[in-house]
């Protein structure tokens, strides 16, 4: 493989001094790029299997750049960042009235508040949540996996401004066989929390999978796609300036039917709501009726 790899280096660095053409140019780089694609794939195949935490460095010996994540994934601070840097940005909210099945009290999070009790905060307007109890309408038949319906309330920080979590309910309301449904804290243990931040996460995930990227993204978009080119002359304005999104899209909804969101396919196999709860909780979503208006029948 390194002796490939020479090889292609010196042709290109021969096809720069000598100005071949731009098609012989891009096709030597393009045959050197996956020469070194593959012998990265090859070393990373050679790593093993994963079994701690600390093994996700040997991908990042392949030349790539550690993610900042990885050196503070764990921390409140980060937590906060991702609900509105993260995949679902638009799910937070200011807290106006806290939900009723949420049962987060003063004597658990008033340590975290700046010295304000919980009805202060409130109407202060300085605290923010994030209600994912939507997903209470997902059934798992026939899986031992559990998908939450949480909440979680935020603060932001006097001194960092930092958005950080005071409480998580990991479930709207209480479930036969999982206990009282407790709300987690910061004064919790620490990796008692980190759990509760971590099921969290999982759900939002779900949440982004299903709704904000699969449905909201894709399936919109493939309306769209279909829409325009029934509709519009491909001279009209909107068209021409909507076209290059349409680039791929129907190629790559197909492909990801087959391999990805499938029965037995990526999705099914290995995130908690599998595939058929895709279809199931974007319909729940309110806003996939402008869906059924897109593509007319003709």
């Given at each position: 493989m390194k002796e490939k790899w020479r090889d292609f280096l010196s042709k290109s660095q021969y096809c720069r001094k000598t100005k071949c053409s731009t098609r012989v140019r891009a096709n030597i780089i393009n045959k050197r790029d996956s020469s070194f694609v593959k012998a990265k794939i090859i070393w990373l195949m050679n790593i093993?299997?994963?079994?701690?935490?600390?093994?996700?460095?040997?991908?990042?010996?392949l030349g790539f750049r550690y993610p900042r994540?990885?050196?503070?994934?764990?921390?409140?601070s980060w937590f906060g960042h991702q609900r509105v840097g993260g995949c679902n940005p638009t799910m937070i909210k200011r807290v106006r009235k806290l939900p009723h099945n949420f049962k987060?009290?003063?004597?658990?999070?008033?340590?975290?508040?700046?010295?304000?009790?919980?009805?202060?905060?409130?109407?202060?307007?300085?605290l923010y949540i994030c209600d994912l109890s939507r997903l209470r309408e997902v059934n798992l038949p026939n899986s031992d996996k559990v998908l939450c319906s949480p909440y979680a309330l935020f603060k932001v920080d006097a001194v960092t401004k930092d958005l950080l979590p005071v409480a998580i309910q990991l479930f709207d309301c209480a479930r036969e066989g999982y206990g009282d449904n407790p709300v987690f804290t910061p004064a919790d243990p620490q990796y008692t929390w980190l759990?509760?931040?971590?099921?969290y996460n999982n759900a939002d995930a779900s949440v982004h999978q299903s709704c904000t990227?699969?449905?909201?993204?894709?399936?919109?978009?493939?309306?769209?796609?279909?829409a325009c080119n029934r509709n519009l002359s491909p001279s009209h304005p909107i068209y021409r300036l909507l076209a290059p999104h349409f680039l791929y899209l129907l190629a790559i909804n197909s492909r990801a039917l087959e391999t990805l969101i499938g029965p037995g396919?990526?999705?099914?196999?290995?995130?908690?709501?599998?595939?058929?709860?895709?279809?199931?909780?974007?319909?729940?979503?309110?806003?996939?009726?402008?869906?059924?208006e897109l593509v007319p029948s003709k």
């Open positions: 093993g299997k994963i079994r701690h935490l600390t093994d996700w460095h040997k991908f990042f010996q994540s990885m050196r503070h994934w764990d921390k409140d987060v009290t003063n004597e658990l999070v008033g340590q975290f508040l700046d010295g304000l009790t919980l009805d202060e905060a409130i109407a202060k307007g300085s759990a509760a931040k971590m099921w990227h699969l449905a909201l993204t894709h399936m919109i978009g493939e309306g769209v796609t279909i396919g990526w999705i099914d196999t290995t995130m908690t709501m599998r595939v058929w709860i895709g279809t199931d909780c974007s319909a729940t979503d309110a806003r996939l009726d402008l869906f059924r």
